[in-house]
């Protein structure tokens, strides 16, 4: 996220700024280990690890899956993670 806000353009500030207010959200839960199943923890965690090797296709198909099979575990912080995708694919 810190790249992204970096390096997005300024007329995407509010959607930047929202976009951490929803990752906020996700990290409570897991700071509280709340919500999330640790399968969906993992899920999240390579969700991540596809972001940093800049792995755009395989963090968006893994957003794609939770969104879609475990969605009494989303809310909406999963807004939140599809935008990150976008965005960090979006921004070099």
């Excluded at 990752?23 to 999330?36: K, S």
């Excluded at 939770?66 to 979006?90: D, F, Y």
């Amino acid at each position: 996220m810190a790249r992204v806000k970096a390096r997005a353009p300024s007329s995407f500030k509010a959607q930047v700024l929202d976009t951490e207010k929803r990752l906020d959200i996700l990290f409570d839960h897991l700071n509280n280990e709340e919500l999330l199943k640790p399968d969906t923890v993992q899920q999240i965690a390579e969700l991540s690890t596809a972001l940093q090797n800049r792995d755009f296709q395989r963090a968006s198909e893994i957003q794609m899956d939770v969104h879609t099979n475990k969605v009494e575990e989303c809310g909406n912080w999963m807004v939140g993670v599809k935008r990150l995708v976008g965005m960090s694919k979006a921004t070099p």
